[in-house]
């Protein structure tokens, strides 16, 4: 194909990069998507790390976001391969007496087993519940008038209050826990305001949708997509590093699954010095320690329903977590790290040789920190599970370097793609109009470092698709 013949070229096939391809190519515009790794996915692959037959998540495991997409629930992915597995619990929380707290698909179950706290989780959670379909897209988009304003104002008002200030709703060490460990996955201190926000949503969306695991894998997803663009005629290269833009064939648009450190080195040139200079300016947040494990059997919780559950967060009690996510931010490694576990195996049989299983899990740690947090995070899931060391057969460690040179987008460990505070929500990567353009006429940004920010769930990808096809794909 004459190189000039492209509408649009996307540099990146995360769940960002393949989303923003789908728009482009469902609109009829010819797009080849570049890939610099081997096989296609970013933050969605599966490989064997540790043992032969056991398949491991290196980033992505549990997809809340991914299944309550408002862009993915209009493709076709279960025709390409798609199958979502529904652990009973979606996510337990356990406590240092052997109880445990959890997030089940039911609003009502999980309300009543937090006791006193039920009627305090019903009237903070069912109305985002009720609304979620209606705001969704507003709220995992950039920052506009809204299609429902009223709803999105009663939204906003929990939503924007630091996690620490919404707990106070809460009289149970089992609602107070619970809610800190969903607050946690914001990778920032509970007392930053927004951090109410991602525990409504990862909570809504396990009522509304559950905390499902895709079958063999998240690569599972990346796959899919991947095929229903091909299906469409989308064309993609895999082993295709871009250090310049200079490197690319000719296209009118041209999208960039980068966060702004790739951006500048990649197209800086291009770009206005106000631009440069914001660029520069954007923050990037906490990194993340990654550990899989091969185990010759489950893992021995003493909660039953941790047994149960496709996610765990080991925290203990709110200060606790609290903490441990003030700490990371502070340039402290935690003794008691905040760890977040999934279970896939136990859910799918694909994962692990029959009677092994898989484990994965992380814990925050400072940007760009190097040292191993192996010994204080098996500490932590011992502490919940005890007998679980004895059941190690294999282990696969990830520090913040690791996982930035594993993937050039988690910046010192950053896997959001840029701290998500006040700051940078809605204006991520720099304050414009529209987030996703660039200074340069036809490049865009088109990662996590756009609204709504990380996680699987492609709306960066597709809203700065709908940009550039209004912009110079008309
Ligand atoms: C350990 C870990 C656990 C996570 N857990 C979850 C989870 O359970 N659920 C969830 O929803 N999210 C999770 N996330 C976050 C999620 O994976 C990311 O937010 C998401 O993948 C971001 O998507 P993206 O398309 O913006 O970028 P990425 O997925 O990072 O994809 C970027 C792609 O661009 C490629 N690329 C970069 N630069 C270049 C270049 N110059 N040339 C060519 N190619 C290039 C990269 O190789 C990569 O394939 C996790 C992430 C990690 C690391």
Request: glycine share 10%; aromatic share 8%; proline share 7%.
């Amino acid at each position: 194909m004459n190189r000039a013949d492209y509408d649009a070229i996307v540099v990146g096939s995360g769940p960002n990069g393949l989303s923003a391809a789908i728009t482009l190519q469902q609109a009829g515009k010819s797009v080849l998507l570049i890939e610099g790794k081997s096989t296609i996915g970013g933050g969605l692959r599966t490989a064997e790390l540790t043992l032969p037959g056991f398949h491991h998540d290196i980033c992505s495991a549990i997809h809340p976001l991914a299944a309550g997409s408002p862009f993915f629930s209009t493709l076709p992915l279960d025709q390409f391969g798609l199958e979502y597995i529904y652990p009973p619990v979606a996510a337990a929380h356990p406590f240092d007496d052997g109880t445990a707290a959890f997030l089940s698909p039911s609003l009502e179950q999980t309300a009543n087993a937090l006791g006193k706290d039920a009627r305090a989780y019903l009237d903070l959670i069912r109305p985002v519940v009720n609304n979620w379909p209606s705001i969704a897209p507003d709220v995992l988009g950039p920052l506009g008038f809204p299609k429902h304003p009223l709803k999105m104002a009663a939204f906003g008002m929990k939503a924007l209050a630091p996690a620490i200030a919404v707990a106070k709703r809460f009289q149970t060490r089992e609602a107070r826990g619970l809610w800190a460990g969903m607050a946690a996955h914001s990778m920032q201190p509970l007392t930053n305001s927004t951090t109410a926000a991602i525990a409504l949503v990862l909570i809504a969306n396990g009522h509304l949708k559950g905390w499902p695991i895709p079958k063999g894998g998240s690569q599972s997803i990346a796959n899919a997509l991947a095929a229903y663009f091909q299906s469409l005629g989308g064309v993609i290269e895999t082993n295709r590093y871009i250090h310049s833009l200079d490197q690319l064939p000719s296209s009118k648009a041209l999208l960039l699954d980068v966060t702004p450190k790739q951006l500048l080195q990649m197209a800086g040139y291009k770009f206005s010095s106000l631009y440069q200079w914001q660029l520069n300016r954007y923050r990037y947040g906490m990194g993340v320690y990654k550990i899989d494990w091969a185990l010759d059997g489950p893992v021995p919780f003493r909660a039953e329903a941790c047994r149960q559950a496709g996610t765990v967060h080991l925290g203990n009690t709110l200060e606790e977590i609290a903490l441990s996510e003030q700490q990371a931010m502070s340039g402290i490694h935690s003794e008691k790290p905040f760890v977040l576990l999934a279970q896939q195996s136990l859910f799918d049989s694909s994962r692990a040789p029959a009677g092994k299983h898989t484990l994965w899990g992380y814990c925050h740690v400072p940007h760009g920190s190097r040292e191993s947090m192996t010994e204080a995070i098996e500490q932590q899931v011992e502490r919940f599970a005890p007998g679980f060391r004895d059941r190690i057969i294999g282990r696969h460690t990830m520090n913040s370097l690791d996982m930035e040179q594993y993937n050039p987008n988690y910046v010192g460990g950053d896997i959001n793609g840029g701290i998500l505070d006040i700051g940078q929500l809605f204006t991520r990567p720099a304050l414009r109009r529209s987030p996703y353009r660039t200074s340069a006429k036809g490049i865009y940004c088109c990662s996590s470092a756009t609204p709504p920010g990380g996680g699987v769930h492609g709306m960066c990808g597709y809203y700065a698709a709908k940009r550039a096809l209004k912009d110079v794909l008309t």
